[in-house]
């Protein structure tokens, strides 16, 4: 996927497109992986990991 935002960041340098068309899609993917995810398979982890809130 980098080699994929290399292009698309040198143009955002260069002034040819801007962020808005990098994140974007990339927002979007990032939401369809999201919902895809099968919580319940973590189900079996409750408990067991530390706890990890910041104060």
Known sequence: MT???EPQ???IN?????YKSLMGPMANTLHQLITQVDTS???PLKGKGQ?????
């Open 3 to 5: 080699a994929q935002w």
């Open 14 to 18: 260069n002034k040819e497109t801007n």
């Open 51 to 55: 706890n990890t809130t910041i104060k």
């Open 9 to 11: 960041l040198t143009s």
């Open 41 to 43: 398979v973590f189900q």
